[in-house]
């Protein structure tokens, strides 16, 4: 069984920062890409980032790159979305989730590609 737990979601101005957290109950966490996905109301869940096993490789989409940086502590079973210079259009519940390959592909975008997902946290940027 897999459980994860995000937090650390809220409301922030436009310009701000925020740091999500992914809390993973699982046997072997170091054995699992994550991901971090986001989803607006009528619309499918977006990519945002993923992080290799051992932290060392991530990915981000393109409309993250620069602001966003996920990360990883194997010790904590805990995964990371620090989010700076947040814009409106960040606005969204942002979801954790493993991946269904052990090894971090930057085709690995699509919520398909993920198995386990958490119950999502509410991120609202306001202008």
């Known amino acids: 069984q897999v459980t994860l737990v995000e937090s650390g979601g809220g409301l922030v101005q436009a310009g701000g920062s925020l740091m999500l957290s992914c809390a993973v109950s699982?046997?072997?966490?170091?054995?699992?890409?994550m991901g971090w996905f986001r989803q607006t109301p009528g619309k499918e869940r977006e990519f945002v980032a993923s992080?290799?096993?051992?932290?060392?490789?991530?990915y981000y989409a393109d409309s993250v790159k620069g602001r966003f940086t996920v990360s990883r502590d194997n010790a904590e079973n805990t995964v990371y979305l620090q989010m700076n210079s947040l814009i409106p259009e960040d606005t969204a519940v942002y979801y954790c989730?493993?991946?269904?390959?052990?090894?971090?592909?930057?085709?690995?975008?699509?919520?398909?590609?993920?198995?386990?997902w958490g119950q999502g946290t509410q991120v609202t940027v306001s202008s």
């Open positions: 992080v290799s096993r051992s932290g060392d490789n991530t």
């Open positions: 989730a493993t991946s269904k390959s052990s090894y971090l592909r930057a085709t690995y975008i699509t919520e398909t590609q993920y198995w386990y």
């Open positions: 699982v046997r072997s966490f170091r054995d699992y890409t």
